[in-house]
C-alpha cells in the first residue's frame, strides 16, 4: 500500500524538524489558513476517533509554502 497524505504530511514534519506554530506559519505565507487543533488531527493515528484525511489541498498549499519558506518569495521581474 502506497503512502497517503497524511504520511508525507508527517514525513516532512519529523524530516524539517518543524512544529505545529511553523506549519501555521508555513501555510500562512500562501494565505491558507489553518488552526493547531486542525493540524492535530491530520497527524494522529489512523484508528483515532479525531483522525482527519489530509486533502490535496492541504498538502499542496503546505508544499507550495514550505518552498517559500525554504527559498525565500520569487523575485519580480
Known amino acids: 500500500m ?3 497524505n497524511n504520511d508525507i504530511f508527517k514525513k516532512l514534519r519529523v524530516a524539517h524538524k518543524l512544529k ?3 506549519i501555521v506559519e508555513i501555510l500562512a505565507l500562501v494565505d491558507f489558513k489553518v488552526s493547531k487543533s486542525e493540524l492535530g488531527a ?3 493515528n489512523e484508528n483515532h476517533p479525531k483522525y482527519v ?3 490535496d489541498q492541504i498538502l499542496r498549499n503546505f508544499l507550495n509554502g514550505l518552498i517559500i519558506h525554504l527559498r525565500g518569495p520569487i523575485p519580480k521581474k
Do not use: K
Open 53 to 55: 484525511e489530509c486533502g
Open 42 to 44: 491530520l497527524f494522529r
Open 20 to 22: 505545529d506554530t511553523d
Open 2 to 4: 502506497g503512502l497517503t
